[in-house]
């Protein structure tokens, strides 16, 4: 294994070296000086505005293509003052026409929106940045991007704050104002300049166009080709930049499965977020509740494994990436929701456990060096059988050469008797790791890539407990190919992460090439060959993918992808292949099997899109047919029905089982305005025996501030006779010191 450490560490050092930046001869934006703030009305009738010099024009085309200017012009002017930047964006078109919003509610996410965003890489490191963005009807959306931009899993809309804008659609164009306290945003006082970049997304014709050109073959939000933004003065922080976010919540709850009833309960509790120099930033949680946090979507899982679902978490979000970024998809040495949140098994559905307190530092120190530490307790519950724990991550990154960073992670769990239920403290029950990553991201966007080692403590001694991983992907216009190895040893433990499998290694080598033929109906098609295999010391290879497929997106954003799956499977554990109680494949046996999968969306923009991922062919001793598919229905903005439906049939010989396994999910989103919104989701699962309703009423009476009423219900789907039912309410405050 030492010899591949070296190849890989090797390579991507090499590929880390400076290379030559494709935005770098292009100009700058500048941002003016007010001596008096702007009135916020979306009218741009001020003297700023109204002087034709320093707006930025001239948006490139990235999609249908990127060799052209945008076909609707785009223009953004920035100015500031002592407490606040400004921002103005006019959005011509050839005439009047009606433009797409899917919803009056804050965080809009989707190709099919109208939109304009702003991005700001305030430490210039093109790695990491601020995003807001308006639509025409006004709504806005607050994001933080991570790792790059490089995948889409890098943009978090998640993350709130307060800032404000307002919008006016007039004949031949919409027009944005946006006023972004500094506070808001974390920088170093006294700069002088930023990375920026300005994109539109325009629903008449799938046209996506940036002020600063992003070749096609790379994500939309990456930030490998920003252009600089130069403050007429250097800025300057003022004010405390301290916010309290106090809370008040009830809960009434029945257990018809164990004949219990919680009576009305009040909760008070809340957050802090205090500003620590210019770009650190202390998080405070007292007694947290997170009962208004959306309920996860369910999955039909025929994986032997565990499913992993993202932080939604408020508190764990700013500068999460920081935290969250080490390790890789099948080895995540952090992950949040291992904090707080249990699964009811009765119910498939993710249950609180309580959080005592948290503490939460995190920032950059200098254009060079990003650190964070965090501290949580959590309570006991001697009805549950939870034992409190305390938890600690450490992190710091360091920035190496334009793009990249290298990185050490800390993380200890532990049982430290702070609350007045535990009595015995025991020094051996701990759990730590200690692992250093290093990212690759060259300067040119082509290069990335990772190579980490991790490595967990307890009190037992154990053999083998690390995690290796060396990962690198090339992309150009054409080509696309990934190289990875990883090495799990049998006893990496990380109680705190996520790792769904131990005691392997794996290679995972993957090509695509894209052609991008002159045609009005297919924007670019191609091959691609995939491979993954992994095998152990003890076993010889457990797991063999070799998949060949086809790719073909549409200029109408319409997509069509077909492969051709060859699976090979070692159980080295019972395995029931429909995870529904039947009976299980015996360890020790092994099976190769091949089949199909068939994935295609329609075009996003239209009021009905559909989605489908289609599965037959052969499945362990059997056969399968599935269809994954999502229906949406757009009736204006101000509501949304999407229908979620999985259907899995599976046939296999005695004495296993056959199964029919159904998910079912509607949604219906109301948005009766852009601070009233009502949210059902209905869930029946089969494969876990449940029915379960959710629906959700958000009032934001201010900004940042809402009113939440959360009704859930469980049942037995053929009888429907009751599990469980709740009634909470939550009331939030955003308070600015």
Excluded: C
């Excluded at 991201?441 to 990335?448: E, L, V």
């Excluded at 924007?523 to 152990?536: T, Y």
């Amino acid at each position: 294994m030492n010899r591949i450490v070296y190849l890989f560490s090797l390579v991507l050092f090499l590929f880390a070296q400076p290379l030559k930046a494709q935005n770098s001869n292009l100009p700058n934006a500048f941002a003016y000086k007010l001596q008096k703030p702007i009135t916020l009305d979306g009218i741009l009738d001020e003297a700023i505005w109204q002087d034709p010099e320093g707006w930025n024009g001239n948006f490139m085309q990235y999609f249908p293509s990127d060799t052209s200017l945008s076909n609707y012009p785009t223009r953004v002017k920035v100015a500031f003052d002592d407490t606040n930047l400004y921002l103005a964006a006019i959005m011509e078109n050839k005439g009047p026409r009606k433009y797409v919003s899917t919803s009056l509610r804050r965080d809009y996410r989707g190709e099919q929106n109208d939109g304009i965003s702003f991005v700001f890489d305030t430490f210039n490191d093109k790695t990491n940045a601020f995003q807001f963005g308006v639509n025409p009807y006004g709504v806005q959306r607050e994001a933080l991007l991570s790792n790059g931009g490089s995948r889409q899993d890098d943009l978090n809309l998640a993350w709130d704050n307060k800032w404000y804008a307002e919008a006016k659609i007039l004949e031949n164009h919409w027009q944005v104002e946006v006023i972004i306290p500094l506070s808001t945003l974390r920088f170093k006082e006294g700069t002088q300049n930023w990375n920026v970049n300005f994109y539109r997304i325009d629903s008449h014709t799938g046209e996506r166009s940036t002020w600063a050109p992003i070749p096609r073959n790379f994500s939309f939000i990456t930030t490998a080709f920003l252009r600089k933004l130069v403050f007429e003065e250097p800025l300057q922080k003022k004010g405390a930049n301290v916010s309290v976010i106090p809370y008040v919540a009830g809960r009434t709850s029945s257990n018809f499965l164990e004949n219990t009833k919680e009576s009305l309960s009040p909760a008070l509790g809340g957050d802090a977020k205090i500003g620590i120099g210019p770009a650190m930033n202390l998080d405070l949680t007292f007694n947290p509740d997170f009962s208004q946090v959306e309920v996860d979507q369910q999955v039909t899982n025929l994986d032997r494994f565990e499913i992993f679902f993202p932080e939604r978490r408020q508190f764990f979000l700013e500068n999460g990436d920081l935290f969250d970024s080490f390790g890789q998809p099948r080895s995540r040495p952090f992950f949040s929701r291992r904090i707080g949140v249990d699964i009811d098994s009765a119910t498939g559905q993710n249950v609180q456990s309580k959080i005592i307190y948290g503490a939460r530092l995190s920032g950059k120190l200098n254009e060079n060096w990003r650190v964070g530490a965090m501290n949580m307790q959590t309570a006991t519950d001697e009805e549950a059988g939870i034992v409190g724990k305390n938890f600690t991550v450490l992190a710091v990154q360091k920035k190496m050469f334009q793009r990249s960073n290298i990185g050490l992670i800390y993380v200890n769990k532990e049982s430290l008797g702070l609350d007045e239920y535990q009595q015995v403290f025991d020094p051996t029950a701990y759990n730590r790791l200690l692992g250093l990553d290093y990212n690759l991201n060259s300067s040119n966007g082509k290069w990335t890539g990772k190579v980490f080692y991790h490595r967990t403590f307890e009190s037992a001694e154990v053999d083998k407990p690390y995690s290796f991983n060396a990962y690198l992907l090339f992309s150009d216009l054409h080509w696309n190919w990934t190289l990875s190895f990883q090495d799990m040893g049998k006893s990496f433990n990380p109680e705190v992460g996520f790792v769904p499998r131990v005691d392997f290694k794996r290679v995972n080598p993957d090509i695509t090439y894209l052609f991008y033929p002159k045609s009005k109906l297919i924007n670019r098609h191609g091959p691609k060959v995939e491979f993954e295999g992994l095998w152990n010391e003890t076993l010889g290879t457990t797991d063999r993918d070799i998949n060949f497929g086809y790719l073909i997106r549409f200029n109408s954003l319409a997509e069509l992808e077909i492969t051709q799956r060859n699976r090979y499977v070692y159980l080295f554990s019972n395995f029931d292949p429909t995870r529904s109680g039947g009976e299980p494949l015996a360890a020790g046996t092994d099976y190769s099997y091949r089949n199909f999968l068939v994935e295609f969306r329609t075009n996003p923009r239209k009021q009905i899109n559909f989605g489908m991922i289609g599965e037959f062919g052969q499945y362990f001793t059997g056969n399968i047919q599935r269809i994954t598919s999502q229906t949406g229905v757009r009736l204006g903005y101000r509501a949304n029905i999407s229908m979620n439906f999985n259907y899995a049939r599976i046939r296999l010989p005695y004495p296993q089982t056959d199964a029919d396994l159904v998910l079912v999910g509607p949604r219906i989103d109301l948005t009766f305005s852009k601070s009233l919104f009502w949210t059902t989701f209905v869930q029946y699962n089969s494969q876990i025996d449940n029915l379960n309703i959710n629906t959700r009423l958000q009032w934001r009476y201010a900004p940042v501030s809402d009113f939440f009423l959360v009704y859930t219900d469980n049942y037995f789907p053929e009888s429907f006779l009751p599990k469980q039912r709740s009634l909470v309410f939550k009331l939030n405050y955003w308070l600015n010191l």
